[in-house]
């Protein structure tokens, strides 16, 4: 028997007492999948939103940011799978979930033609007190999971959050705005400039986050500004 054979032999032992879940469904994972199992890759609720330029998450932030692309991966409903990967992702201390994630959907819109859209990849930072508490910002991990796949830097030095929010949860729109208003900084400003930038984040509702962030990106000289997320509500 040689070393391969013995190992995956260990292996599957070792999932008999100790079995690795779906973060979809919870389900038991077979060998050669990773994080998430084969049934929930093809049930997930996929958008399909970089094949239609003017979709429902773009039509969200007409006539509030200038924006070229706003796609996301999945479309996301209360209670579903794509619920527990997110949650999964923010508190259950799986970066490596997010690095997945934007690894499939960077390579989605590699075969839709998205190679050289974007000069930088760069995610709704959260603020210094809440990233030491989580260990990662989520969003980030996405990002990073794009930029292997699209073949684009993913940088986290280039804007800061300078005021600690409260949660978004159970805002109403425009105090969610409010919320957000003037809390985000470009940090350097000569590395914006001109640059086609893809914002990434997790989860969207309203998009005040987002638009937030977005803003102080144009301010600073974003040349072409485009939006990728894990899940957008309808």
Not at 56 to 64: I, S, V
Request: proline letters at 3%; aromatic letters at 8%; one cysteine or more.
């Amino acid at each position: 028997m040689n070393n391969s054979a013995a190992l995956d032999i260990l292996r599957d032992f070792v999932a008999l007492f100790f079995p690795r879940c779906c973060t979809g469904c919870q389900g038991a994972l077979v060998r050669g999948e990773e994080l998430i199992c084969t049934n929930c890759m093809l049930e997930l609720p996929r958008s399909y939103y970089h094949l239609e330029r003017e979709n429902p998450f773009y039509n969200k932030f007409r006539g509030r940011l200038p924006v070229s692309q706003v796609i996301t991966l999945f479309k996301f409903v209360k209670g579903s799978r794509v619920q527990h990967l997110l949650h999964a992702l923010k508190y259950k201390n799986q970066p490596e979930l997010g690095v997945a994630l934007g690894r499939m959907y960077g390579n989605d819109l590699l075969h839709a033609g998205y190679a050289r859209k974007f000069d930088l990849i760069i995610s709704v930072p959260l603020h210094s007190s809440r990233r030491r508490k989580r260990g990662y910002n989520q969003s980030e991990e996405f990002g990073k999971g794009l930029s292997e796949a699209l073949g684009v830097p993913c940088r986290d030095d280039l804007m800061e959050r300078i005021v600690s929010t409260n949660t978004q949860t159970r805002k109403l729109r425009l105090s969610r705005w409010q919320n957000v208003s003037n809390v985000f900084r470009v940090t350097r400003p000569a590395e914006i400039d001109n640059r086609k930038i893809l914002l990434v984040d997790d989860v969207v509702t309203t998009g005040a986050t987002l638009e937030a962030c977005g803003q102080a990106l144009i301010d600073a000289g974003c040349r072409e500004l485009s939006i990728a997320c894990i899940a957008a509500t309808q």
